[in-house]
């Protein structure tokens, strides 16, 4: 009965290199969905995926930041040329394909990023 | 704009006391809540939820209210424990055919022996 799950759980990361960061949903979910927490803070939304399809990407900044969700295998947030002001933790969530705006989203733990 | 915040950044609590964590939002349109705690580097964890045709909720220990006429959110956590120990944020569904929850600043809660 594994949950939501991401890796790597910390990315260290030079400024410029690219930061790939990988979300499984918990088994039976088509929805995932990636939020960005800055310490003592709450978390941003920034994209809803379903399968091959970007729902929402209202919270994605416009640029270097890109998000995936394929047929087969996990969702990936990648961002481009990193800068110090992209360390943060991002969390990936999942949910049950219902349809409905109320189904819960169930969180992964995380994985935190720092740009030296 | 988009606001879901918390009176108090910090509450403290003696071990077995009851806890009130308290979160405003400023939509009125939000038609879904929900409470997350969130340990130390963990992921948030579902507590519970709310719809807004409710006024009260109550789960395994914890209530939470919604008063939607000064758009107000509690959670209330009976015979608190130190397991109760992390940060707790209130989160929005503002209807409307978005999926994304707008999450409030937290409020870390620590029980004290």
């Known amino acids: 009965n594994a949950g939501v799950m991401q890796n790597p759980r910390h990315l260290v990361r030079r400024r410029g290199q690219e930061a790939r960061l990988r979300c499984s949903p918990m088994k039976g979910h088509s929805h995932v969905y990636w939020y960005r927490q800055l310490p003592e803070e709450g978390l941003k939304f920034m994209v809803y995926l379903q399968k091959e399809n970007i729902i929402d990407e209202s919270g994605m900044p416009k640029e270097r930041f890109s998000a995936e969700f394929p047929k087969e295998g996990p969702s990936i947030l990648r961002i481009q040329q990193v800068v110090r002001g992209d360390s943060a933790a991002y969390f990936c969530?999942?949910?049950?394909?219902?349809?409905?705006?109320?189904?819960?989203?169930?969180f992964g733990p995380g994985t935190r990023l720092l740009v030296l | 704009g988009e606001s879901v915040g918390l009176h108090l950044p910090t509450l403290s609590v003696q071990e077995g006391d009851n806890s009130i964590i308290n979160c405003a939002y400023s939509?009125?349109?939000?038609?879904?809540f929900i409470w997350y705690k969130q340990e130390s580097g963990k992921g948030p964890q579902f507590i519970i939820d709310i719809r807004s045709n409710m006024d009260k909720r109550q789960g395994q220990r914890v209530t939470v209210l919604l008063n939607k006429t000064v758009k107000h959110l509690s959670l209330q956590i009976a015979a608190t424990q130190p397991g109760d120990s992390a940060v707790y944020f209130c989160?929005?569904?503002?209807?409307?055919?978005?999926?994304?929850?707008?999450f409030g600043t937290g409020t870390r809660l620590k029980v004290l022996a």
């Open positions: 989160a929005e569904n503002r209807g409307s055919g978005t999926y994304k929850y707008i």
């Open positions: 939509n009125s349109a939000s038609d879904y």
């Open positions: 969530a999942s949910s049950p394909p219902g349809g409905g705006r109320e189904e819960t989203q169930y």
